[in-house]
């Protein structure tokens, strides 16, 4: 079944400054990338998705990038704001009406202001 | 966006007795409906994968005798733990996804904080 690493596990920035997260799969039917962000006690929210036939999409302060040739995709945060603060997970998806999301174990995000 | 509604958002109870957790689409219909669980600082175990009308597919490890799960209708779908012991103690997150309107996008529920004395 589908692997999906995500790194690092913690990251902490400046008020500011940019955060990346990256994460890699390993099935290569995988053809849509979501990222969620989750506050503390709060439920997963989609702040950003990719599919296959798209290298790059952005959305503000957020962007994705995919390669599938190396089967790896990142979110950058740009002027990163303390209510950025959360764990933000990776996922990998075949996209089919019977295909399930794969979880990155996640990452947390620490903006000091 | 789509809207799901997980009820209730905690629930403590006694060993040995049975909760029963439900996760609604409100604007949409949810032709595949997952049941996560989550521990504190950790990411979100897949537990089973459920498709309307037809039995959840239960991942490698999760007992389906212990996690019942019903997907009865496009809207609804129930996670009972049976027979709930201390080590059932956890965040139990739904996540639905729909047809078109959805995008195919997975939402979440607001996750359900189940404890057992």
């Known amino acids: 079944g589908e692997n999906v690493e995500q790194h690092p596990s913690t990251l902490s920035v400046q008020e500011g400054d940019s955060a990346v997260i990256k994460c890699t799969y390993s099935?290569?039917?995988?053809?849509?990338f979501p990222w969620y962000k989750q506050e503390l006690g709060k439920r997963p929210q989609l702040i950003i998705d990719?599919?296959?036939?798209?290298g790059e999409k952005k959305d503000q302060r957020i962007a994705v990038t995919l390669n599938k040739t190396a089967k790896h995709f990142s979110l950058h945060i740009t002027e990163t704001q303390p209510e950025d603060s959360a764990v933000y997970f990776c996922?990998?998806?075949?996209?089919?009406?019977?295909?399930?999301?794969?979880f990155g174990d996640g990452t947390t995000l620490t903006v000091k202001p | 966006g789509a809207v799901v509604s997980q009820h209730p958002s905690w629930v403590i109870c006694k060993s040995g007795t049975s909760v029963k957790i439900e996760c609604r689409s409100l604007?949409?219909?949810?032709?595949?409906m997952f049941w996560y669980r989550q521990f504190p600082k950790q990411s979100l175990m897949l537990m089973a994968t459920?498709?309307?009308?037809?039995?959840?597919?239960?991942e490698q490890g999760v007992e389906k005798d212990k996690f019942l799960i019903n997907h009865a209708s496009l809207t609804l779908s129930t996670l009972t733990v049976t027979s709930a012991h201390p080590e059932d103690s956890s965040f139990y997150i739904c996540?639905?996804?729909?047809?078109?309107?959805?995008?195919?996008?997975?939402?979440f529920g607001a996750g359900t904080r189940l404890s057992v004395l």
């Open positions: 996922a990998a998806n075949i996209n089919t009406n019977a295909g399930k999301s794969t």
């Open positions: 099935d290569s039917a995988s053809n849509y």
């Open positions: 996540s639905a996804r729909g047809g078109i309107m959805a995008k195919n996008i997975q939402y």
């Open positions: 459920s498709n309307e009308g037809s039995k959840a597919t239960y």
């Open positions: 990719i599919r296959s036939n798209v």
């Open positions: 604007d949409f219909q949810a032709t595949t």
